[in-house]
């Protein structure tokens, strides 16, 4: 029990490093575009994919990646300030041409419009 509880505090403070959390967000796009996230495959499934090394180039060069983090770190890491990855184009995958950071709380609102 408290290896297990040892191990999840460890995956939350890693997840909350700029690394960790872009991994993180590269393998969730992962899994949607792979139909392996159940709950939106029909979203997203079959569309295009930057490959993992050009997500990261792309991510830790953005100012405007940084500045959401350090403002989510801020935040305490309140869910709704986290960084997040948006589509401009929804009919696009995740391609360095169409992909932006905004919040999650933002996303979260454009989504429902």
């Known amino acids: 029990m408290k290896t297990s509880l040892n191990k999840r505090k460890s995956d939350i403070k890693y997840r ?3 690394r960790g959390f872009l991994n993180q967000t ?3 796009m992962k899994k949607r575009v792979e139909g392996k996230n159940l709950r939106s495959s ?7 994919l930057m490959d993992k090394e050009e ?3 792309y991510s830790e060069s953005s100012i405007k990646f940084h500045n ?13 300030y986290s960084p997040s990855v ?5 009919n696009k995958g995740y391609t360095m041409d169409n992909i932006r950071w905004i919040t999650l709380g933002f996303n ?6």
Do not use: E
């Open 108 to 113: 979260s609102s454009r989504k429902r419009k």
């Open 55 to 57: 997500f990261l180039y």
């Open 26 to 28: 590269y393998q969730n």
């Open 86 to 90: 948006d589509r401009i184009d929804k």
């Open 16 to 18: 909350r490093t700029k």
């Open 68 to 80: 959401l983090w350090l403002f989510w770190r801020n935040k305490k890491f309140t869910r709704k």
């Open 42 to 48: 029909k979203y997203y499934i079959g569309l295009k």
